[in-house]
């Protein structure tokens, strides 16, 4: 995966094409499934999908994770003044009127054929790659009403004297066993199963990471590990926690207090930490033949480019759902990406926030792969465009199912949910989708793909980049 995404990087460096190559490839990989399933049929387009998901599915599984490095990093951001952060966060309320005309739109375009979009019996309703078409349930031939007959009389048959005469059998008034506990063995191998991968991550961090950074003052092994041990621990807070405190944000924070911590044993400051966290040095730049070594954020960005690449194969998992409502995800990403585009610096300008600030604004809806590109084209601030798209991702994912119950949007309804979400919150919003609505996930990828290519292809043409700048007198 990463291989093929090198490749389209490369011929996008050769044709000056300013577009991410991760989701450019994720596009691809859906179109060729697609034609594979045409080409070489429905049965070894599934073989080649399970090849494909031994590295796409572990990448989708751990895709939150690979978004801290962008909050860690924060602290290198130039400062922003107190009242200019709360205008700032004042912009982010129009991101509720944006979900409503997702909503409505989606609605509008389901009852076109008379159907409701809420209905789970819907024929084309995508399944998983192998499933079959579930049997439909026989009706139950008992009654439902409950059993008359006491466990006490059902204990024995009746006994038959010798002349024929059944005689009730009294039960025996045995004392109840008690269940023998587990072995210690098998307690211990369920616990050790349970949290093998941070038994694994933690020795790994004391027998690799700490003697490499104290010997050679390499950081990526102490801070990669330090950094997933802090994610292990936000998952680990009660879920009613965990609806306010994101475990991206938790392990982000304790993530930039630890290693600073760290960095401080051998005379570091903070500043020289973070730029030790990601130095540049991805997957594209190594096989460019760079000698820098990479940290831990360019391992995570690394592993995020195969993330984004892998929500291809819920794309084709729900293919089916994704033809029926293709309209319901052109439409409104067409209206509000080109409405975002003009409305945003507009009102962030005429509200006091800085021309290069307002721009970065544009972008605040798309993922970091697509909001850094498109806020260069327009010329804004780099660090406020990453800082306001990873902000819109987790302002979605903490209050967009609230948003979207208190509008009495149906849980079922995966078309809304996932369109909304995926055009505001981008690719955080997908990765919570994946674990509670599939189908949802699978139009929230399109739906953020599409956005985010709009988006990009109308910041590089030149007049329009130039109409937006001048709403901001540059």
Not at 434 to 449: G, K
Request: aromatic fraction near 8%.
């Amino acid at each position: 995966m990463l291989a093929a995404c090198y490749g389209v990087d490369r011929l996008f460096q050769i044709g000056h094409v300013v577009f991410p190559a991760s989701v450019a490839c994720l596009v691809v990989l859906f179109l060729a499934l697609l034609l594979a399933e045409q080409v070489l049929g429905e049965h070894r387009t599934r073989r080649l999908v399970a090849c494909i998901e031994v590295p796409g599915g572990w990448s989708l599984r751990w895709i939150s994770v690979f978004f801290t490095p962008s909050f860690v990093l924060l602290p290198l951001s130039p400062p922003i003044g107190v009242v200019e952060v709360f205008k700032m966060i004042a912009v982010f309320a129009p991101q509720g009127r944006l979900q409503t005309s997702h909503h409505r739109a989606c609605r509008r375009n389901g009852r076109r054929d008379g159907r409701d979009p809420n209905d789970r019996s819907d024929p084309g309703r995508g399944r998983a790659l192998g499933d079959t078409e579930p049997e439909p349930e026989p009706e139950p031939s008992y009654s439902l009403r409950p059993s008359q007959v006491h466990l006490a009389d059902a204990a024995a048959p009746d006994s038959v004297d010798s002349t024929g005469t059944s005689t009730p059998t009294m039960p025996s008034d045995l004392p109840p066993q008690a269940t023998l506990p587990p072995p210690r063995a098998k307690r211990w191998a369920v616990v050790i199963a349970a949290n093998l991968d941070v038994v694994t991550y933690f020795w790994l961090f004391v027998l690799v990471g700490i003697p490499v950074y104290y010997s050679t003052g390499y950081a990526m092994p102490i801070q990669l590990t330090f950094s997933i041990l802090t994610y292990f621990g936000a998952l680990a807070l009660p879920p009613t926690w965990r609806q306010f405190l994101h475990p991206v944000l938790v392990s982000a924070l304790f993530t930039v207090l630890g290693i600073w911590v760290i960095g401080l044993t051998i005379g570091r400051d903070l500043d020289t930490t973070l730029r030790e966290y990601k130095v540049g040095a991805n997957y594209a730049r190594v096989w460019n033949g760079t000698h820098q070594l990479p940290g831990a954020g360019d391992m995570f960005s690394t592993a995020l480019d195969a993330s984004i690449i892998a929500l291809a194969l819920p794309m084709y998992q729900y293919r089916r759902e994704l033809k029926q409502h293709f309209a319901a995800i052109v439409i409104p990403n067409i209206v509000v990406s080109v409405a975002s585009l003009f409305a945003y610096p507009s009102i962030c300008f005429a509200i006091g926030i800085t021309a290069e600030r307002s721009l970065a604004f544009a972008s605040r809806s798309l993922t970091l792969a697509l909001a850094i590109p498109a806020t260069a084209n327009l010329g804004g601030d780099a660090n406020t465009g990453a800082a306001v798209a990873i902000m819109s991702g987790i302002v979605g994912v903490l209050v967009g199912q609230r948003l979207l119950a208190m509008m009495k949007i149906p849980e079922d309804d995966y078309v809304t949910r996932g369109v909304t979400l995926g055009a505001n919150s981008s690719a955080m919003a997908t990765a919570l989708l994946l674990r509670t609505d599939p189908r949802a996930a699978a139009l929230s990828s399109l739906a953020m793909s599409l956005f985010g290519a709009i988006t990009v292809l109308f910041t590089s043409i030149p007049p329009i980049a130039n109409a937006v700048r001048s709403l901001v007198g540059l």
